[in-house]
């Protein structure tokens, strides 16, 4: 049990390692030119596509029934216990 916590943690500081590297990494201008225009496209792919309509429900306009906190049971029924 002990093996396989160490076992995660080291996995997890490796992960967090890399991503650390990731993010630290400087992109060339080149690069930066080409992620900036990947961006451009992708924003006007998602302004050019027809927005759909979202049709949500009717608001009710009566007021919610009042529930008694106690079911009524009628005459000639038995109560059974149900389990919890």
Request: hydrophobic share 35%; no cysteine.
């Amino acid at each position: 049990m002990v093996e396989k916590l160490l076992e995660e943690t080291q996995e997890a500081r490796e992960y967090q390692r890399e991503i650390g590297e990731m993010l630290s990494n400087n992109l060339t201008l080149d690069e930066e030119d080409a992620v900036q225009a990947e961006l451009r496209q992708m924003q006007a792919d998602i302004e050019a596509e027809p927005q759909e309509a979202i049709s949500l429900p009717t608001v009710p306009t009566t007021p919610p029934e009042k529930l008694s906190a106690v079911p009524q049971v009628e005459e000639g029924q038995a109560r059974v216990p149900v389990p919890a």
